[in-house]
């Protein structure tokens, strides 16, 4: 077996990821706190919005003003989330410095988020990592519902191999691996790490757990002991579909802080931070939120950095 990774990089997808699955709508004004105690605790990777009809998701109407209030910082990356290449014309105009696109393998899942095919899906991705590397913006593609689809149910690894495969032709930096759903187990995980990086040797992959079935963190796991060195995770693990009482977000990021820094993997993340906002959250969402270490605290006490 190889060692463990010495660090591992967390993208905090709560303001985007965590939010838009909320039943309220958070004030900018409050998102823009929640992207600054964020950065205050560490975290450079900031998945800070999507760029996608607001109709549909009146969470993120306000995705422009986000990104204007937000302070130009060399050493934190402005995470997009884009469907289409008018979302990435948004993102790119709106002063984000990192894009990411979604591409779902299931073709009844993309129609339903995305209203294209898959295939449409990537064609767009493609272009719009074109256009990224015209404009000098970092661009990096998720592979959505890896694990299995609502709609469709197991997804065979070969599909996740073959969508891979398609969108890696546009060189992206790094490929997501997606739960979209939550109903991953880390076998699942050991065994479409492997056979991704066997197609793709050398691409630089990241995973994106949802805790609905409590799988996110034996998930995030398999992940690192896999070597994948770079994991989404929301703080309190907000985030969950409205309509499904039972649904829960990402991973919560202190939950999964607090578990790599026992382990000795660093993330340079300030634990203490973390839960601090876990509970501000609270306040601001009138409810608590799933994640543990927000409700039991960290151990030992004085375990501040991780
Ligand atoms: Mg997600």
Redesign the pocket.
Known sequence: MTPLPATVEIVE?GPR?GLQNEPTVMPTAAKVEFIGRAMAAGLRRIEVASFVNPKRVPQMADAEAVLAQLPRRADVQYVGLVLNRKGFDRALAAGCTEVGMAVVTSDTFNRRNQGVSTDESIAAWLDIARAARAAGLRAQVTVSTAFGCPFEGEIPVARVVEVARRVAEAEPFEIAL?D?IGVGVPSQVTEIVARVREALPGVALRC?F?NTRNTGLANAYAAVEAGVTVLDASIGGIGGCPFAPAATG?IPTEDLVYMLARMGIRTGVDLEALIATGRWLEGELGRAVPGALVKAGSFPKARAIA
């Open positions: 997808v990821d997606a979209t994106h949802h990402n």
